[in-house]
């Protein structure tokens, strides 16, 4: 089946998708694949067990569960991973699904990646709708990048970051804070980004999944990054909102948005709009929460999309208010058991 030729017309009463809370659910993540072609220490194990083939959404699966939450008001639909172009064919889901570009009813189509394949696919990106990519870069040094990412090549990445702002792509860094790796260069690095025209966020390290390495020595309070930013720069507030979980600063001296996501220290659940779909159907409800909904089994069961749309609501109806995200030093168990590249950040 060519993706292209989905043009089945959509309806235009379906109800908008409200949470028990009174959130409407406008931003849905996909993870499109669970693999990547770096072993970041933080979110993978080195000796990781993808998923089989069959146990994968086809391209076709993903661009029907996706246009059904178009259809219910979604907005915003982001692509994640693992790494989301190293899928096979990837993009053209990608070109499927701005036809709702096209049509207005979706905003904005956007991609989280960590740069390795942009040099190729950046100006394919860019004809395709996309306007803003988020890349994760946590070093500018090229060895200690290697090491985090167990194989990754820094100068690869810098020249996808290019080839995206050549095709006029904006670029949004996402940096973890690492406690003894990355703390005292991040100030630096915000100075870079800024410097290229790039917006950048800084985010606190996530317990999910088992990995080689023990969190607890690895996390590192926003609080205290902002503050040590705080005595180089003049940080100003910023009402700046992207529909996603960052806060946002100015800094005067550079003129460009710092952003702090802070699920530990400071929790962001009060305007969550957001729920997430793994590459095997899985839909999560709350990044923090094991509690799910099976969407492959329905889209499989079924041809038409009214299964699909009850299977939504049901899930939405139990969306949670908040997570329940804590770095344990007693167990030093990770707060949800799945890895970050199955869910997709």
Partial sequence: MNLLDRSAPISTHAAPIIDPFGR????????VTDRCDFR???????????????????????DRIASAFIERGVRRLRLTGG???????????VRSLSRHLATGRLGELTMTTNGSQLVRYASELADCGVKRLNVSLDTLDPEKFRAITRRGDLA??????EAARRAGILIKINAVALKGFNEFELADMVAWAHGEGHEMTVIETMPMGEIDEDRTDRYLPLDLVRARLAERWTLRESAHRTGGPA?????????GRLGFITPMTHNFCESCNRVRLTCTGTLYMCLGQEDAADLRAVVRGSEGDEALHRAIDSAIARKPKGHDFVID????RPSVSRHMSVTGG
């Fill in 329 to 332: 030093r007693a167990t030093r």
């Fill in 24 to 31: 409407a659910i406008s931003y849905l993540r996909i993870s």
């Fill in 247 to 255: 806060r946002y600063v100015t800094i005067a001296e550079t003129g």
């Fill in 40 to 62: 970041c220490t933080y979110c993978m194990s080195e000796t990781m067990q993808f998923l089989p083939k069959r146990d994968l959404l086809t391209l076709e699966e993903l």
């Fill in 83 to 93: 790494e989301p172009l190293v899928r096979r064919d990837l993009m053209q889901l």
């Fill in 156 to 161: 690869r990445v810098l020249e996808g970051i």
